[in-house]
């Protein structure tokens, strides 16, 4: 039960004797508090208890409600009227957690249970027989987890919180009680009960509360006072009353020990009216009273400490009214009192701190200048006296006192010289003084204003046999002879001496170990030689500054010289052995973050041990091997500051002044024990929204909406030590995979993250800066927008609108680099990926060499033209996969856009097994490709290049490759060529046409010529055929067998078609209106490219009703080739196309695979026989066979026959033995220009009129 003022009892106060009391020293304490106000976040100052959950949260009450603690911020729970949100009333009675995490709270008006997900349900007494018998609850104990045993102003109460059945526990009638304020279980059988009437006990065999009696009765008497806390520790029952002081009950025999105020008592208390116990893990039992604040007894030693309220300290408990006490897992002792709340940390157990205090036995001040240690005594310089410290006796002896004259009085350091017999000197403002340090008794004063130094102010004293050595500001050093009472020496004194002109103030003067004199100055730090009477300068900082302060300085055992600085950290100067001048300067802390750079003292002790301190640091270093030991919990007091050059040791002790008195830290202790500090995520606001701890903990990971992509985490060590000194970091895998260390801030801001998975992780230290053993997660992810489905979706819609069939995939942050890198068809290296693999291979500074290949596949746009992208992207799946299955384990693959292809191949190119996967791959691609339920021939073209051979960048290799790539295409395709140089200068050629060729196309730059169709009947002309001719401005007339493949290459193919085919209607639209086109056409040659991927049918119609002509004037020409591969699409077109009234033949008929089928299908009016056969009728008999099948297919299909490729007569001769139809060939006449064509259709040609004559005669 945490204590509560309206339960006090009036009693009468006892008086003891100060002499047997063992209060915390008047002049020092161990026992350093932290404390906690309402300047702290606290809602109010009046704190009733803490509680600690298992999660490491402090729970702290008040007469405001309960506040979680994190170390930083207080979130705070209260009674709110009308509300269900809060509890159910202000005044919280005790805490308790079960083994669920549920907080169960009593207050003095109900029952609260917080749960995990933050809601809070209520218990009150109703008319409902089951409610809680009372509202009234004092506290509560959870013994299982179907059981919590209640005390409340009514009794004992017994609830099941499974059932949430109450049942008030029978009392025995010997026992008259009513409240209960305290409970104990000792075992399963055994409930301890302290009540308002004294001691009872349940036990299962009994059932009823019983009161318990020692068999002595004036114990028993005792024992029946009100009993506000019961503790069970290692078999023995503490009981703590109010008015009766404090029993131990041994629980084997029951044997009872009394403690109180009596100076009969084994431990004399400083109050009978106790409040609260702890026992903390040193075995310390810790007392809280109602008035007198705290005493700590030491149940090993049988011993009792006394602490108060200290209003000189601010390390002293807030307050002498104690309600509750309590220890967490860090071993942390709580103090909650009317003013606050205080805590005490066992790490600062080896450290004591003499300060003033209010009775005028402690310091005269708490500024301590310096200090020294002489016969066990401790001589203290503060700025208004000089103090002798018996650590034994824990006694200050006021030696000098100038508190009433501090205007016109100063001390500023004392000194010790050892010898026979130490004296104890003091430095002042106006001279220095001697003291026995016996007796305490100044020996001798030493007025210095006649000498020559400034006012006779000396600010340190080194005694060196009968002279001393006095540190002065503006005069430097001078060496006073003791025998002749004069400066006999003086140094650092002329007035352009460099330390007279800055002004320096000596902090510390000391002797080396060879006689040398040391000062620490405002301007770095002096070495005087005063045998050779030289003087070394030692600067610091950036170029020698002469503005780093020295503040304080010590040797060790191998002459080095330790440097305090303010601004540069601890320094290290060695000096020359003979010179003595200084070697260049060491700065051991100053690339250290955790290290102040403001260093106030440095002490050497012994075995190469150094201790120094910062402003409010105290840290260790090995003088050998440099290593820094921090130890960051000996202070934590607000307001610390150590004071410069104030340190001095006696044994394993160190002495350090500071603005709060003398700090005392035993050496031989560790101050750095592990403690794995629970880490928590104690908020997260995630678009202004707070999550519940129970979503926060919960261990699933949360899915939030796009618009909620802006995060706050909130988060805390709970280590409470030194809370500002725990430290953190972070990573948010997903966003960022690395740690984040951000210091001792205890939030972290996330804004505008984009949609995936991210998991945040988290870990922090405790107050040494030990980092915690686990880290602690909070998995989330953040959804795509509704937006982005919809434009995933009409790009599914717009995809299948062209034939592509995409599978769409959600993009994650993780898969940018496989859309960035790789072919989303094949799967393969993409161009960037690939140039990144062949970059970083030529730039191996190994060299190794290697083979490129650039792969381009035959064909490909005929596949993607006559039977669609689907089909082409197939084709192009099936080729990656034969060469990801025959390439290397090492070799790089990938698709480089089209139907390109590069691999790299490790080996060099002369290599047989390099050359055998060159042929294999070759071979493979050279396979079928079942396509759609088609067999699609295939076949690449294969450029090679080696490495280093053929370039040493990957932009010439490509090129070269490319280049070798185009020559095995020119060569017949299905083949593969090795670069060589001359290759470039064909490329350029190629190039270069292709250029010509564009603009010829678009300054009008090329012809169309007409090789007449010639009547095997002798009747003459009987149509065209349109051909396209170019004479190039440079290189003359250009073969078509040149251009054309050039422009099929490229797109170029179309724009050609275009123009020949209005031209052609141009033409013949002049010669049909002049009446010279009777039962004649003009032929244009239709590429496959135009026919299929070409809106043929608009064009036509378009220039046929331009010109006004019928379609019997114009004839198509289609190879049988490009036909044969796309028969249905084809037989669509031609369909459409013969509604115009044209003419369909079909062009070099025999070199595909012929057959009925299609010929029977297809709207043709012609069949052209193709240059080959005609060119071996003479000689094969074969072609004989095959002409006749032809002439009479054609003739069953009612198909005229076009003999194309005529040269001679004698072939002229057999045709007309298969009564051909029309003949068109250079033995009557090749293509000739539009005037000439012209001629031959008036009859005016008669060149062309003799031909027909000589060849009729012949036949």
Same mark, same amino acid.
């Given at each position: 039960?945490?204590?509560?003022?309206?339960?006090?009892?009036?009693?009468?106060?006892?008086?003891?004797?100060?002499?047997?009391?063992?209060?915390?020293?008047?002049?020092?304490?161990?026992?350093?508090?932290?404390?906690?106000?309402?300047?702290?976040?606290?809602?109010?100052?009046?704190?009733?208890?803490?509680?600690?959950?298992?999660?490491?949260?402090?729970?702290?009450?008040?007469?405001?409600?309960?506040?979680?603690?994190?170390?930083?911020?207080?979130?705070?729970?209260?009674?709110?009227?009308?509300?269900?949100?809060?509890?159910?009333?202000?005044?919280?009675?005790?805490?308790?957690?079960?083994?669920?995490?549920?907080?169960?709270?009593?207050?003095?008006?109900?029952?609260?249970?917080?749960?995990?997900?933050?809601?809070?349900?209520?218990?009150?007494?109703?008319e409902d027989p089951d409610s809680i018998p009372t509202n009234w609850l004092l506290n509560a104990l959870v013994v299982r987890p179907d059981k919590i045993w209640i005390g409340s102003g009514n009794g004992l109460i017994d609830f099941n919180p499974v059932t949430e059945q109450f049942t008030s526990m029978p009392v025995d009638d010997k026992f008259n009680m009513s409240m209960v304020m305290s409970l104990a279980q000792q075992n399963d059988n055994t409930l301890w009960v302290g009540t308002s009437e004294g001691?009872?006990?349940?036990?299962?065999?009994?059932?009823?509360?019983?009161?318990?009696?020692?068999?002595?009765?004036?114990?028993?008497?005792?024992?029946?006072?009100?009993?506000?806390?019961?503790?069970?520790?290692?078999?023995?029952?503490?009981?703590?009353?109010?008015?009766?002081?404090?029993?131990?009950?041994?629980?084997?025999?029951?044997?009872?020990t009394h403690y109180s105020t009596d100076t009969s008592s084994p431990l004399i208390l400083a109050e009978n009216k106790i409040s609260s116990l702890v026992v903390d893990r040193y075995q310390r039992l810790w007392l809280g009273y109602f008035n007198k604040g705290i005493s700590v007894i030491d149940l090993n030693k049988n011993s009792i400490m006394h602490l108060q309220h200290d209003a000189y300290s601010d390390a002293s408990i807030p307050g002498n009214q104690v309600n509750h006490l309590a220890v967490d897992s860090s071993d942390l002792v709580w103090v909650s009192t009317h003013n606050g709340v205080a805590f005490y940390s066992p790490v600062k157990e080896g450290t004591t701190l003499y300060y003033k205090t209010l009775n005028n036995k402690g310091l005269v001040s708490n500024n301590v200048w310096g200090s020294e240690v002489s016969n066990g005594n401790?001589?203290?310089?503060?700025?208004?006296?000089?103090?002798?410290?018996?650590?034994?006796?824990?006694?200050?002896?006021?030696?000098?006192?100038y508190k009433n004259d501090s205007d016109t009085q100063q001390i500023w350091n004392v000194s010790v010289h050892r010898g026979k017999q130490d004296s104890i000197w003091v430095a002042q403002n106006d001279g220095i003084s001697q003291i026995n340090p016996s007796t305490g008794e100044i020996v001798q004063t030493y007025s210095l204003k006649n000498e020559p130094i400034q006012d006779g102010e000396v600010y340190d004293i080194v005694q060196d046999g009968d002279y001393l050595w006095l540190a002065n500001r503006y005069t430097g050093l001078s060496q006073y002879s003791l025998i002749e009472k004069r400066v006999v020496k003086r140094f650092l004194y002329q007035d352009n001496d460099p330390y007279v002109m800055a002004g320096n103030f000596p902090y510390q003067l000391v002797q080396a170990k060879n006689g040398d004199l040391l000062i620490a100055a405002s301007n770095g730090m002096y070495r005087v030689d005063p045998i050779r009477?030289?003087?070394?300068?030692?600067?610091?900082?950036?170029?020698?500054?002469?503005?780093?302060?020295?503040?304080?300085?010590?040797?060790?055992?191998?002459?080095?010289?330790?440097?305090?600085?303010?601004?540069?950290?601890?320094?290290?100067?060695?000096?020359?052995?003979?010179?003595?001048?200084?070697?260049?300067?060491?700065?051991?802390?100053?690339?250290?973050?955790?290290?102040?750079?403001?260093i106030k003292n440095v002490y050497y002790t012994q075995h190469n041990q150094l201790w120094f301190t910062t402003v409010n640091q105290v840290g260790s270093i090995d003088t050998q091997n440099h290593k820094l030991t921090v130890y960051s919990n000996i202070i934590n007091m607000p307001n610390w500051q150590f004071l410069e050059a104030s340190i001095s040791a006696m044994g394993q002790a160190l002495y350090i002044g500071s603005n709060k008195g003398l700090l005392k830290i035993d050496t031989t202790r560790d101050y750095n024990e592990f403690f794995d500090a629970p880490v928590v995520i104690t908020d997260i606001e995630v678009s202004n929204k707070i999550l519940t701890s129970q979503v926060i903990n919960q261990g699933e990971r949360i899915d939030f909406e796009s618009d909620q992509n802006a995060l706050r985490f909130s988060f805390a060590a709970l280590d409470y030590t030194a809370p500002t000194k725990n430290r953190y970091r972070y990573k948010l895998n997903g966003y960022d995979d690395n740690w984040q260390d951000i210091g001792n801030r205890t939030e972290v801001y996330f804004t505008n993250l984009p949609p995936g998975n991210y998991d945040f992780q988290l870990q922090g230290t405790n107050s040494n800066g030990d980092w915690s053993v686990s880290s602690v997660e909070f998995a989330f992810k953040i959804n795509n927008p509704w937006w982005l489905y919809v434009f995933y979706l009409l790009i599914l819609i717009t995809t299948i609108s062209i034939g592509w069939i995409i599978f769409v995939r959600q993009l994650r942050i993780k898969e940018l680099n496989q859309l960035a890198n790789y072919d989303q068809l094949t799967g393969l290296a993409n161009r960037r990926l690939f140039n990144h693999y062949l970059t970083s291979m030529v730039d191996d500074p190994n060299k190794k060499p290697f083979v490129l290949l650039y792969l381009d596949l035959d064909h490909f746009k005929q596949v993607n033209d006559l039977w669609g992208h689907n089909a082409g992207d197939e084709l192009l799946l099936m080729a990656a996969e034969r060469l990801n299955e025959n390439k290397g384990s090492e070799d790089k693959l990938a698709r480089l856009g089209g139907d390109e292809f590069a691999l790299i191949i490790n080996g060099d190119v002369n290599n047989q097994q390099v050359k055998a996967k060159i042929s294999r791959i070759s071979t493979k691609l050279s396979s079928g490709y079942h396509i759609n339920k088609r067999w699609v021939k295939g076949s690449a073209s294969i450029g090679i290049t080696a490495f280093p051979r053929d370039g040493l960048d990957s932009i010439t290799l490509l090129k070269n490759a490319d280049t070798a790539m185009y020559e095995a295409k020119k060569g017949g395709r299905n083949r593969f060529h090795v670069y060589n140089p001359e290759l470039s200068q064909r490329v350029t050629s190629r190039i270069n046409m292709e250029a010509r060729l564009r603009h010829a196309l678009n300054h009008g730059l090329l012809d169309l010529y007409f090789q007449p169709?010639?009547?095997?009947?002798?009747?003459?002309?009987?149509?065209?055929?349109?051909?396209?001719?170019?004479?190039?401005? &440079?290189?003359?007339?250009? =073969?078509?067998? %040149?251009?054309?493949?050039? #422009?099929?290459?490229?797109?170029?193919? +179309? /724009?050609?078609?275009e123009w020949v085919t209005i031209n052609a209607c141009q033409k013949a639209a002049e010669w049909y209106h002049r009446g010279l086109l009777k039962n004649s056409s003009v032929a244009i040659n239709v590429s496959a490219p135009q026919l299929f991927r070409s809106d043929m049918f608009k064009l036509?119609?378009?220039?046929?009703?331009?010109?006004?002509?019928?379609?019997?004037?114009?004839?198509? &020409?289609?190879?049988?080739? =490009?036909?044969? %591969?796309?028969?249905?699409? #084809?037989?669509?077109?031609?369909?459409? +196309? /013969?509604?115009?009234?044209?003419?369909?033949?079909?062009?070099?008929?025999?070199?595909?695979?012929?057959?009925?089928?299609?010929?029977?299908?297809?709207?043709?009016?012609?069949?052209?026989?193709?240059?080959?056969?005609?060119?071996?009728?003479?000689?094969d008999n074969k072609t004989a066979v095959m002409l006749k099948n032809i002439f009479n297919l054609a003739r069953e299909l009612n198909m005229k026959v076009v003999a194309e490729g005529v040269e001679s007569a004698d072939q002229f001769q057999e045709l007309l033995v298969f009564n051909c139809d029309l003949v068109q060939g250079f033995l009557f006449s090749p293509a000739v220009n539009a005037h000439r064509a012209e001629q031959m259709l008036l009859g005016h040609d008669d060149q062309l009129r003799l031909q027909i004559r000589q060849v009729m005669q012949i036949s």
């Open positions: 039960m945490f204590r509560c003022q309206g339960w006090n009892t009036l009693f009468a106060a006892l008086l003891m004797l100060f002499c047997s009391l063992s209060f915390a020293n008047p002049i020092s304490t161990k026992y350093r508090f932290s404390t906690l106000t309402a300047s702290h976040g606290l809602p109010s100052v009046e704190v009733l208890g803490i509680y600690q959950q298992k999660s490491g949260y402090i729970w702290i009450a008040t007469d405001s409600g309960i506040s979680r603690y994190d170390g930083k911020h207080f979130k705070t729970l209260s009674y709110t009227h009308g509300s269900s949100k809060g509890l159910t009333n202000n005044f919280v009675t005790s805490m308790v957690e079960d083994s669920q995490g549920n907080l169960w709270v009593t207050t003095e008006d109900g029952l609260n249970k917080i749960q995990l997900n933050g809601h809070i349900k209520h218990f009150l007494h109703s001691l009872g006990y349940l036990s299962e065999d009994n059932g009823k509360v019983q009161p318990f009696f020692s068999g002595d009765e004036q114990l028993d008497k005792l024992l029946s006072r009100p009993v506000y806390k019961l503790l069970i520790h290692q078999n023995t029952l503490w009981v703590a009353t109010e008015g009766a002081g404090l029993f131990a009950i041994d629980l084997n025999n029951h044997k009872v401790i001589w203290v310089a503060t700025d208004m006296s000089l103090e002798r410290i018996d650590p034994s006796q824990q006694t200050v002896t006021h030696i000098i006192d009477e030289k003087i070394f300068h030692v600067h610091l900082g950036d170029n020698g500054s002469q503005t780093i302060r020295v503040n304080s300085i010590t040797e060790d055992d191998t002459g080095a010289v330790w440097i305090a600085t303010q601004g540069m950290g601890l320094v290290k100067v060695t000096f020359d052995a003979k010179t003595h001048e200084p070697n260049e300067p060491s700065y051991i802390t100053l690339a250290d973050p955790e290290i102040d750079t403001r169709k010639v009547q095997c009947n002798g009747r003459g002309v009987c149509g065209f055929e349109a051909l396209l001719r170019w004479n190039d401005a &440079e290189n003359g007339w250009i =073969s078509p067998a %040149e251009f054309i493949p050039l #422009a099929e290459e490229s797109d170029l193919i +179309l /724009k050609l078609g036509l119609r378009t220039q046929l009703d331009k010109y006004d002509i019928p379609g019997n004037c114009i004839e198509l &020409e289609i190879t049988e080739t =490009s036909l044969l %591969e796309h028969v249905k699409q #084809a037989r669509q077109i031609l369909t459409e +196309l /013969k509604t115009l009234g044209i003419s369909i033949s079909l062009d070099d008929f025999g070199t595909g695979f012929s057959s009925l089928n299609y010929l029977t299908t297809l709207p043709i009016d012609v069949l052209k026989v193709d240059k080959s056969f005609i060119d071996t009728i003479l000689t």
